[in-house]
């Protein structure tokens, strides 16, 4: 049974940084492409970042371009989202997700792409 277990939200001021953690656990970790994806109320879950299985390779949704990084360590089964220059809009639920398929190319940037879902973190960015 796969389980992710995000980390590291709260409350921080405009400007600020955080730094979310997603443990993983279930399946073998390296074999995936990690996702972020963030939901704000009375919105869509939209895609933030992913990284591809082995580490290489990484996709970030436009507005967050610059001042966010995704990055893993697959000896601790661990995916981390550092957020930087934080804006009153990027205040949302955070969630991570695995992949669908092992050793997935290309871009995963659709929610149906991915299997498993963390149950999510709370981010607000106070201006």
């Known amino acids: 049974q796969v389980q992710l277990v995000e980390s590291g939200g709260g409350l921080v001021q405009a400007g600020g940084s955080l730094r979310l953690s997603c443990a993983a656990s279930?399946?073998?970790?390296?074999?995936?492409?990690m996702g972020w994806f963030r939901q704000a109320p009375g919105k869509e879950r939209e895609f933030v970042a992913e990284?591809?299985?082995?580490?290489?390779?990484?996709t970030y949704a436009e507005s967050v371009k610059g001042r966010f990084t995704i990055s893993r360590d697959n000896a601790k089964n661990t995916v981390y989202l550092q957020m930087n220059s934080l804006k009153p809009e990027d205040t949302a639920v955070y969630y991570c997700?695995?992949?669908?398929?092992?050793?997935?190319?290309?871009?995963?940037?659709?929610?149906?792409?991915?299997?498993?879902w963390g149950q999510g973190t709370q981010v607000t960015v106070s201006s």
């Open positions: 997700a695995q992949n669908r398929n092992p050793y997935n190319s290309g871009t995963s940037s659709y929610t149906r792409q991915y299997a498993y």
């Open positions: 990284i591809h299985w082995s580490g290489t390779g990484t």
């Open positions: 279930g399946r073998t970790f390296s074999m995936y492409i």
